[in-house]
Protein backbone atom coordinates (compact mmCIF):
# COMPACT_ATOMS: atom_id res chain seq x y z
CA UNK A 1 0.00 0.00 0.00
CA UNK A 2 2.46 2.72 1.10
CA UNK A 3 5.11 1.58 -1.66
CA UNK A 4 2.52 2.28 -4.29
CA UNK A 5 1.35 5.52 -2.88
CA UNK A 6 5.13 6.18 -3.02
CA UNK A 7 5.80 4.77 -6.65
CA UNK A 8 3.29 6.55 -7.48
CA UNK A 9 4.80 9.43 -5.77
CA UNK A 10 7.65 9.24 -7.86
CA UNK A 11 6.10 8.77 -11.15
CA UNK A 12 4.47 12.47 -11.18
CA UNK A 13 5.61 13.97 -13.81
CA UNK A 14 7.39 17.56 -13.51
CA UNK A 15 8.61 18.54 -17.27
CA UNK A 16 8.73 22.56 -18.11
CA UNK A 17 5.40 22.31 -19.64
CA UNK A 18 3.99 20.12 -16.52
CA UNK A 19 5.40 23.12 -14.27
CA UNK A 20 3.63 25.65 -16.46
CA UNK A 21 0.21 23.63 -16.59
CA UNK A 22 0.12 23.51 -12.80
CA UNK A 23 1.01 27.11 -12.10
CA UNK A 24 -1.70 28.31 -14.83
CA UNK A 25 -4.10 25.70 -13.31
CA UNK A 26 -3.72 26.42 -10.09
CA UNK A 27 -2.85 29.80 -10.20
CA UNK A 28 -5.91 30.79 -12.44
CA UNK A 29 -8.12 29.21 -10.21
CA UNK A 30 -6.90 31.35 -7.32
CA UNK A 31 -7.28 33.83 -8.90
CA UNK A 32 -10.98 33.32 -10.05
CA UNK A 33 -11.43 32.71 -6.53
CA UNK A 34 -9.97 36.39 -5.81
CA UNK A 35 -12.43 37.78 -8.50
CA UNK A 36 -15.56 36.21 -7.67
CA UNK A 37 -14.58 37.25 -3.83
CA UNK A 38 -14.00 40.53 -4.60
CA UNK A 39 -17.29 41.11 -6.82
CA UNK A 40 -19.15 39.88 -3.83
CA UNK A 41 -17.34 42.18 -1.31
CA UNK A 42 -15.28 39.30 0.60
CA UNK A 43 -12.65 40.26 2.16
CA UNK A 44 -10.61 37.35 1.31
CA UNK A 45 -9.50 38.82 -1.81
CA UNK A 46 -5.48 38.70 -1.12
CA UNK A 47 -5.65 35.67 0.27
CA UNK A 48 -6.28 34.22 -2.89
CA UNK A 49 -5.64 36.85 -5.09
CA UNK A 50 -1.32 36.88 -4.08
CA UNK A 51 -1.41 33.49 -4.29
CA UNK A 52 -3.07 32.94 -7.84
CA UNK A 53 -1.32 35.91 -9.55
CA UNK A 54 1.92 34.32 -7.85
CA UNK A 55 1.19 31.25 -9.79
CA UNK A 56 0.32 32.51 -12.81
CA UNK A 57 3.62 34.80 -13.28
CA UNK A 58 6.13 32.13 -11.73
CA UNK A 59 4.40 29.77 -14.65
CA UNK A 60 5.53 32.74 -17.28
CA UNK A 61 9.08 33.47 -15.91
CA UNK A 62 10.47 30.71 -14.11
CA UNK A 63 8.45 27.44 -14.16
CA UNK A 64 10.78 25.13 -12.18
CA UNK A 65 10.59 27.57 -9.54
CA UNK A 66 7.06 25.70 -8.90
CA UNK A 67 8.60 22.28 -8.63
CA UNK A 68 8.30 22.20 -4.87
CA UNK A 69 4.66 23.27 -4.71
CA UNK A 70 3.50 21.33 -7.35
CA UNK A 71 5.52 18.32 -5.89
CA UNK A 72 3.29 18.96 -2.71
CA UNK A 73 0.14 19.44 -4.69
CA UNK A 74 0.43 16.61 -6.58
CA UNK A 75 1.58 14.33 -3.35
CA UNK A 76 -1.64 15.64 -1.50
CA UNK A 77 -3.98 14.37 -4.90
CA UNK A 78 -2.50 11.37 -4.72
CA UNK A 79 -3.10 10.50 -1.14
CA UNK A 80 -6.37 12.00 -1.82
CA UNK A 81 -6.90 9.95 -4.76
CA UNK A 82 -6.13 6.68 -2.43
CA UNK A 83 -8.56 7.47 0.09
CA UNK A 84 -11.28 8.30 -2.23
CA UNK A 85 -10.66 5.40 -4.12
CA UNK A 86 -11.44 3.67 -1.06
CA UNK A 87 -14.45 5.26 0.44
CA UNK A 88 -16.22 5.32 -3.26
CA UNK A 89 -15.73 1.35 -3.19
CA UNK A 90 -16.94 0.57 -0.08
CA UNK A 91 -19.72 3.03 -0.57
CA UNK A 92 -20.77 1.28 -3.82
CA UNK A 93 -20.42 -2.13 -2.11
CA UNK A 94 -22.39 -1.01 0.73
CA UNK A 95 -24.91 0.43 -1.01
CA UNK A 96 -26.05 -1.94 -3.89
CA UNK A 97 -23.79 -5.12 -3.35
CA UNK A 98 -24.89 -5.89 0.04
CA UNK A 99 -28.75 -5.17 -0.31
CA UNK A 100 -28.53 -7.07 -3.44
CA UNK A 101 -27.22 -10.39 -1.86
CA UNK A 102 -29.71 -9.43 0.83
CA UNK A 103 -33.16 -9.45 -1.34
CA UNK A 104 -31.50 -12.48 -3.25
CA UNK A 105 -31.10 -14.29 -0.27
CA UNK A 106 -34.54 -13.67 1.42
CA UNK A 107 -36.16 -14.62 -2.00
CA UNK A 108 -33.98 -18.23 -1.82
CA UNK A 109 -32.13 -17.15 -4.84
CA UNK A 110 -28.28 -19.05 -4.91
CA UNK A 111 -25.94 -18.14 -7.11
CA UNK A 112 -24.09 -20.83 -5.86
CA UNK A 113 -23.81 -24.68 -4.39
CA UNK A 114 -22.14 -23.72 -1.43
CA UNK A 115 -22.75 -27.12 0.16
CA UNK A 116 -20.79 -29.79 0.34
CA UNK A 117 -22.64 -33.44 -0.57
CA UNK A 118 -20.04 -36.60 -0.52
CA UNK A 119 -22.18 -38.79 -2.88
CA UNK A 120 -21.88 -36.38 -5.54
CA UNK A 121 -19.52 -36.87 -8.52
CA UNK A 122 -19.38 -33.57 -9.63
CA UNK A 123 -20.91 -30.15 -9.14
CA UNK A 124 -21.25 -29.48 -12.78
CA UNK A 125 -24.82 -28.04 -13.75
CA UNK A 126 -26.18 -29.57 -17.03
CA UNK A 127 -27.47 -26.67 -19.38
CA UNK A 128 -31.17 -27.99 -20.81
CA UNK A 129 -31.11 -29.63 -24.50
CA UNK A 130 -32.05 -27.53 -27.30
CA UNK A 131 -32.27 -24.31 -26.42
CA UNK A 132 -28.66 -22.82 -27.53
CA UNK A 133 -28.92 -21.59 -31.39
CA UNK A 134 -25.73 -21.33 -33.36
CA UNK A 135 -27.27 -17.33 -34.05
CA UNK A 136 -27.11 -17.47 -30.16
CA UNK A 137 -22.91 -17.96 -30.17
CA UNK A 138 -22.89 -15.08 -33.15
CA UNK A 139 -24.51 -12.21 -31.15
CA UNK A 140 -24.46 -12.80 -27.74
CA UNK A 141 -24.51 -9.37 -26.37
Known amino acids: ?3 HILEEFKSISSTRKDLRSFGFVVGGVLTAFAII ?7 STSVFGVPGIALVIGALLMPRALLPLQKVWMGLAVMLGWVM ?3 IISTLFFVIVTPTGLLMRMMG ?3 LV ?3 DKKAISYWERRPVGIWKKENYEHQF
Do not use: P
Not at 37 to 43: A, E, K, L, M, V
Open 37 to 43: SWYRGGH
Open 109 to 111: KKF
Open 114 to 116: QSF
Open 85 to 87: TRV
Open 1 to 3: MVM
